[in-house]
């Protein structure tokens, strides 16, 4: 039973590996994922109301 419970304290510890360094590229990449996110989001929220609006007339 102690091993379990040493070997969950070395789970806790761990919190993955640290955030990627702040490059040009890096922030490229960064943006370029926001702004499909936001595409994505965009059509999640506008399409359900147009498809409403379009099948209710």
Do not use: H, Y
């Not at 419970?5 to 360094?21: I, L, R, V, Y």
């Amino acid at each position: 039973m102690n091993d379990n419970d040493e070997n969950c304290k070395d789970d806790e510890d761990d919190w993955g590996n640290p955030p990627s360094p702040d490059t040009p590229e890096n922030r490229k990449k960064a943006q370029r994922a926001q702004l499909i996110i936001g595409i994505v989001a965009l059509i999640g929220i506008f399409l359900p109301g147009l498809l409403f609006w379009v099948l209710k007339r």
